[in-house]
T-cell receptor
Framework: AQSVTQLGSHVSVSEGALVLLRCNYS??????LFWYVQYPNQGLQLLLK??????LVKGINGFEAEFKKSETSFHLTKPSAHMSDAAEYFC????????????FGTGTSLTVIP | DADVTQTPRNRITKTGKRIMLECSQT?????MYWYRQDPGLGLRLIYY???????NKGEISDGYSVSRQAQAKFSLSLESAIPNQTALYFC??????????????FGEGSRLTVL
C-alpha cells in the first residue's frame, strides 16, 4: 500500500526566505507524486506533479520539487516566500497517473511572517 | 462558474438525520471522488466512481453511501448522521481520456457539522 509522510504540520518562514516542505513516500512500485495547495475556504489545486520524467519538477507560483528515489522523498521548495504563499500544502502519491487511488499526507500549514 | 460545484457549502444537522451532499461537474470527466478532510488527518477517500455504472468503496466508506446519477453528478449520503462525521467534505474529478494528467480537480468543499 502507498503512504505519504509530511514532516512538520506547521512551518513558519519569513517573507523572502526559503520555503522547504518535506514529503516522504512509501511505494512498492514507481510512484506518481503530487503537491496540492489549499488556500483558506477553498478546495485543493495542483501545484506540481512528478510522473517519471525529469526528477526536478517545476510548478506554479515559483514552487518546485525534486524526486529523490534513494531517499524516497519529494520535498517542495520555493526560493523566496511571499505572503500569498500562506496556505495548507498536501503531498499525495498514486500508483498510476490515471488516479485509481490517491493517498494524501496529513498536510503542512505554511505561515509567512512579514 | 466553478467546474466542480458542491451543495450545500455549509450544513448543520442533528444526530440521526439523513444528509445528502451533492456534486456536479462541467469538466466532462468520467471519474468522480468523495473525500473527507479532518484536521491533522489530511484527506481520506470515502467513495469513488469511474463511470455511471461503477461505484467503489474507499478507505472510510462505513456510514456513507453514494449515487452516480449521471456522468456529471455524484452525491454522497449520510443515512443517519453522527457527530464524528463532522468534517469538511470534498468532491473531486479526474479525466480518464487521452489528455489524462492524473490530476484531481476539487470542488470548494461542504462543511458538515453534526450536533
Amino acid at each position: 500500500a502507498q503512504s505519504v509522510t509530511q514532516l512538520g504540520s506547521h512551518v513558519s518562514v519569513s517573507e523572502g526566505a526559503l520555503v522547504l516542505l518535506r514529503c516522504n513516500y512509501s511505494s512498492s512500485v514507481p510512484p506518481y507524486l503530487f503537491w496540492y495547495v489549499q488556500y483558506p475556504n477553498q478546495g485543493l489545486q495542483l501545484l506540481l506533479k512528478y510522473t517519471s520524467a525529469a526528477t526536478l519538477v517545476k510548478g506554479i507560483n515559483g514552487f518546485e520539487a525534486e524526486f529523490k528515489k534513494s531517499e524516497t522523498s519529494f520535498h517542495l521548495t520555493k526560493p523566496s516566500a511571499h505572503m500569498s504563499d500562506a496556505a495548507e500544502y498536501f503531498c499525495a502519491v498514486s500508483d498510476d497517473p490515471t488516479g485509481n487511488q490517491f493517498y494524501f499526507g496529513t498536510g503542512t500549514s505554511l505561515t509567512v511572517i512579514p | 462558474d466553478a467546474d466542480v460545484t458542491q451543495t450545500p457549502r455549509n450544513r448543520i444537522t442533528k444526530t440521526g438525520k439523513r444528509i445528502m451532499l451533492e456534486c456536479s461537474q462541467t469538466k466532462g470527466h468520467d471519474r468522480m471522488y468523495w473525500y473527507r478532510q479532518d484536521p491533522g488527518l489530511g484527506l481520506r477517500l470515502i467513495y469513488y466512481s469511474f463511470d455511471v455504472k461503477d461505484i467503489n468503496k474507499g478507505e472510510i466508506s462505513d456510514g456513507y453511501s453514494v449515487s452516480r446519477q449521471a456522468q456529471a453528478k455524484f452525491s454522497l449520503s449520510l443515512e443517519s448522521a453522527i457527530p464524528n462525521q463532522t468534517a469538511l467534505y470534498f468532491c473531486a474529478t479526474s479525466d480518464l481520456g487521452g489528455s489524462n494528467t492524473g490530476e484531481l480537480f476539487f470542488g470548494e468543499g461542504s462543511r458538515l457539522t453534526v450536533l
